[in-house]
């Protein structure tokens, strides 16, 4: 005590401004009491807190209220808690100081010894022995330690351990600088759990930042590691976040791949790269790389990144790059991509498929038609090789919202933009057999190749403003679609500004109950301009079209929509088992139409239709009185509710010759039950009241005025919870594994004819979450089957087999397998009459071959029989239950390492033949190998590690899990 005395004379002779009166030790007792009891009592009340008031609270405070309720509750608790003071002790209390205080307090010390004292009261403190000082906000332990008053710097070296925050420095040398307060540590290991740094050199920047030279990172936390990150320079922050430059991966000291930038956030990394070969793209490369940051600095900025980039023999590379954001203020996603397109054809010669162990053959070339060889000239000589072409897309989603609850003001606008300069971009460069999110614990199924072409394009503005009860809507929309005689995207159908107003007020209640009315106006217009075929610029002298011409919209014609309606509606409960909700309406409709083009032309061959479509329009141009009155009778074990419908349109333009003023007159009629949880049963039909004209009469009996009546099951019967009531969601569900049936059908009554129409039934088994004994977990299991049944025509039917699974067999392996099969002749299954399809007398052999369609009647088991190749490869090609898509990965997780090497099978089809008019059906196969680092994460993130705790903490066994106490 009586050397830590003199070295704190020490500091007072090098800092004699900073030097004040010591504390009083009992007021620092009873503020340390305070501060821990109103510690204690905010965690309490956080924790009593419902999810909204945490929301509200953040939000009040400026803080984002984004991520799960246990992320959300300490984010809250840290801004509310005050941080916890030093613990007092004897030493902390001879060195407290005033506010202006010296910046080091010395806690430990064996032994001291002030140099060069001068008149300037300058000089050098040595302190020996297990040295430790608090430097501001960390905290430095060392063998030696010399503070220089002069340079106002220190000095450390033997066994240098520094503190701040959550980060922990060890090196053997530290020099820290007071008046910029910044150090510098030689030969130094920084940890910052999981993580571990390492390098020459680690500066600290400022308070939030520091610089680590020449060193590398890892989460093994071995002295020696096996795995790790090396990069020339590697900033890190106060909130776990990494940016290095020059990075190379190293294992056991040797390099495995180089990348120039990499930036690491608390929300974590991925990197994918695979290579394997298909039938149609040949070898094919892909990489991805997909980085995240739950809150970043700025409202503009991204959550998370991905950028990929793939290269294929056949058909050519492309560059992609997808950016997301989730707030409450400002949503997006924003999906850019580059391709350089390698033309390609199917190749007309017959190729082994069971060559190269059946997989992998390439079939297409790049030896392609790029025009005649000579031009103008007439010779029949072409130009072949290989050509390519630019692809681009651009894909935006944005939603940006302003919300004063206090005056009740809201704001919203929605930005949808779709622009690709090839329908096929998606469907060439779409393809990819991986995880498309990479983080921990939050793994989806992979983009597969689907056969997606995007044919149609949209482009939506959409903004809306409440104040109130008052609602005020503009949009502008347009439809773009793609013309292949010109192939490219031409306008289909704009719509310009659209203008709504709406109101919704409480204008008080009904006399003599609680039951409110509400006074609602509706002001609606729009203008909708629709295009036709695009049209070719036409020589004004000859009217000849011009075929070298470009392609431009042609409109077709300019429809124009004014609505204006008011009225009062009112839900009236009537006792515990009725209620009655009846709503009347009345306003006007106008819509008008010009035709830009030859329409409006006498001698136009479309004048005549033109004129039908304008007279249609202006019988939907009135005034009108609209109802719609529901009742609703029963429990919610079973409840009947009945809608009536009406629609009087007075004053129209042009009367309607076949309904007069009755446009619509009907009434719904609805029987459904929610007595089970998680399943919907209903019967739905629609009767029709109106009343034709004398000159129509359609003669309808009494059962043509039903419309199709539709009965609904469906639902999910649980083998553990059976029918009882489930909990409202997983998150409060006290176990994680599930088995149990799902089923959906519909059924579909053709009342007017009296007979049934179609049925569409889906079974299928689900399981997940369960440990078997020579299995480590089954994630997910679906089996099931869905059967479309036509009634009259069954050769209409389809079939659809599907089996999906991910199965964890050890702790380092697993598999995936997805099955999906269907029907491609399914009235082959079919017992129908002979005469049905081919003429009495006459073979199905015979009338197969003139038609070019298989008739031949089979059976399920002969045609399993027929695909297992016992019977020949001719009755196996010719089998009707086919497989529409196949998949077979297997995974290897190794030390934040996952492998995947796979097999996919899909089934396509092409135009072929001379004239094209033929379908060419084949297996587009693929054999892929795939790399994923999915541990890469330096923050200990709260809502990572909950959804690794539900993933992972419940494991049961299928035997068990009946009898298992649910409130485990």
């Not at 809306?464 to 292949?484: A, F, H, K, P, W």
């Not at 006498?602 to 329009?617: G, I």
């Amino acid at each position: 005590m009586e050397i830590l005395a003199q070295d704190i004379n020490g500091l007072k002779l090098l800092f004699p401004d900073q030097a004040g009166a010591t504390k009083n030790a009992q007021d620092e007792e009873r503020k340390l009491t305070t501060a821990q009891v109103q510690r204690g009592l905010v965690r309490k009340s956080v924790d009593s807190m419902t999810d909204r008031e945490v929301e509200d609270n953040l939000r009040n405070l400026g803080l984002s209220p984004a991520g799960t309720i246990y992320s959300k509750r300490e984010r809250l608790r840290e801004a509310l808690v005050p941080e916890e003071e030093q613990t007092l002790t004897p030493e902390s209390l001879l060195s407290s100081q005033s506010k202006k205080g010296p910046p080091i307090q010395i806690q430990n010390a064996a032994e001291g010894q002030l140099l060069n004292i001068d008149k300037t009261k300058g000089g050098v403190l040595v302190l020996r022995g297990k040295v430790r000082l608090k430097i501001r906000s960390g905290e430095l332990v060392a063998d030696s330690v010399s503070i220089d008053a002069n340079r106002q710097e220190i000095y450390a070296e033997g066994g240098v351990e520094y503190k701040d925050g959550n980060a922990k420095v060890n090196g053997d040398r530290m020099i820290y600088d007071l008046k910029i307060n910044q150090g510098v540590v030689y030969n130094s290991k920084l940890s910052m759990f999981p993580s571990h740094f390492i390098g020459q050199k680690l500066k600290r920047l400022d308070e939030k930042r520091y610089l680590l030279e020449m060193g590398y990172f890892t989460a093994c936390n071995a002295e020696l590691p096996h795995e790790s990150f090396q990069a020339r320079k590697i900033f890190i922050h106060d909130d776990r976040s990494v940016v290095a430059y020059s990075v190379s991966y190293k294992v056991g000291g040797t390099s495995l791949f180089w990348i120039p930038v990499l930036y690491n956030s608390e929300s974590g990394n991925g990197v994918t790269t695979q290579f394997g070969k298909n039938n149609t793209q040949g070898w094919f490369w892909q990489n991805s790389y997909q980085w995240s940051d739950s809150y970043p600095n700025s409202i503009f900025l991204a959550n998370g990144y991905k950028f990929r980039f793939d290269a294929y023999e056949k058909t050519g590379q492309a560059a992609q790059l997808e950016m997301w954001k989730v707030s409450p203020f400002l949503n997006y996603n924003i999906n850019l991509g580059y391709a350089n397109y390698k033309n390609n054809a199917i190749t007309p010669v017959y190729e082994d498929r069971f060559r190269n162990l059946g997989v992998g053959n390439v079939a297409v070339t790049n030896n392609v038609d790029r025009g005649e060889l000579f031009p103008n000239t007439g010779l029949p000589y072409r130009n072949t090789g290989v050509n390519y072409d630019p692809w681009w897309k651009t894909d935006l989603r944005l939603n940006a919202k302003f919300n004063d609850f206090s005056r009740d003001y809201t704001r919203n606008v929605q930005i949808q933009y779709e622009n690709y300069s090839n329908r096929q971009f998606d469907y060439e460069f779409g393809n990819r057999y991986q995880p498309s999110n990479s983080l921990q614990s939050l793994y989806t199924y992979r983009d597969v190749r689907f056969g997606l072409i995007r044919n149609l394009l949209n482009w939506n503005l959409n903004y809306t403003e409440n104040r109130g009860d008052l609602s005020v809507g503009i949009s502008m929309s347009r439809t773009l679609v793609y013309q292949i005689q010109a192939n490219q995207y031409f306008a289909a159908q704009d719509t310009l500004p659209a203008v709504t107003i709406r109101n919704s007020s409480n204008i008080g209640t009904i006399p003599g109950t609680t039951s409110p009315i509400y006074w609602d106006l509706l002001f609606q217009t729009n203008i909708n301009r629709i295009y036709g075929v695009p049209q070719q610029r036409t020589n004004p002298t000859t009217g000849v079209v011009d075929p070298r011409s470009q392609y431009q919209d042609f409109v077709l014609r300019s429809q124009t929509n004014v609505i204006g309606e008011t009225g009062i509606r009112s839900p009236i409960a009537m006792g515990a088992y009725m209620s009655f909700t009846p709503s009347v309406y009345m306003g006007a409709t106008k819509q008008t139409v010009e035709f830009p083009g030859s329409g409006n032309d006498l001698n136009s061959p479309d004048r005549d239709v033109n004129k039908a479509y304008a007279t249609l329009l202006k019988q939907q141009s009135y005034q009108y009185v609209r109802q719609s009155h529901t009742v609703r009778l029963g429990i919610p074990e079973l409840f009947l509710s009945s809608t009536y419908r009406r629609l009087d349109a007075d004053k129209a333009e042009a009367k309607d010759p076949i309904l007069g003023n009755l446009r619509q007159h009907e009434a719904e009629f609805a029987l459904e039950s929610y007595a089970l949880n998680d399943w919907d049963i209903s019967v739905r039909t629609v009767r029709d009241l109106r009343q034709f004209s004398s000159a129509y009469n359609p003669g309808l009996t009494n059962m043509q005025r039903w419309y199709y009546t539709v009965v609904r099951v469906g639902g999910f019967f649980d083998f553990v919870d059976g029918f009882t009531t489930r909990r409202p969601s997983l998150l409060e569900r006290k176990r994680n594994f599930y088995s149990g049936v799902f089923i959906n059908n519909d059924y579909v009554h053709h009342t007017p004819q009296n007979r049934s129409l179609s049925n569409n039934l889906t079974v299928s088994y689900k399981m997940g979450g369960f440990s078997w004994p020579i299995i480590r977990a089954f994630r997910s299991l679906e089996v099931g089957s869905t059967w479309y049944h036509v009634y009259k025509d069954s050769y209409l039917d389809s079939y659809r087999f599907f089996f999906k699974t991910d199965v964890k067999v050890t702790r380092y392996s697993g598999v995936e397998l997805e099955l999906d099969s269907r029907v491609t002749e399914p009235w082959r299954l079919t017992a129908l009459a002979q005469g049905q399809f081919y003429a009495m007398n006459t073979s199905p052999e015979l009338y197969t071959s003139q038609t070019g369609t298989n008739y031949d009647q089979t059976t399920i088991w002969e045609d399993l029989a027929a695909g297992t190749g016992a019977q020949g490869q001719t009755e196996r090609q010719k089998t009707v239950f086919n497989i529409n898509r196949f998949m077979m990965t297997l995974k290897l997780d190794l030390h934040n390492w996952e492998y995947r090497l796979g097999y996919s099978m899909n089934l396509r089809a092409l135009p072929g033949g001379l004239t094209m008019n033929n379908q060419l059906t084949f297996y587009d196969q693929s054999v892929y190998f795939s790399v994923n680092l999915t541990n890469f994460s330096f923050g200990d993130s709260a809502s990572a590690q909950a959804t690794r705790v539900r993933l992972y903490r419940f494991r049961k066994r299928p035997l068990d899990g009946t009898s298992t106490d649910l409130t485990d």
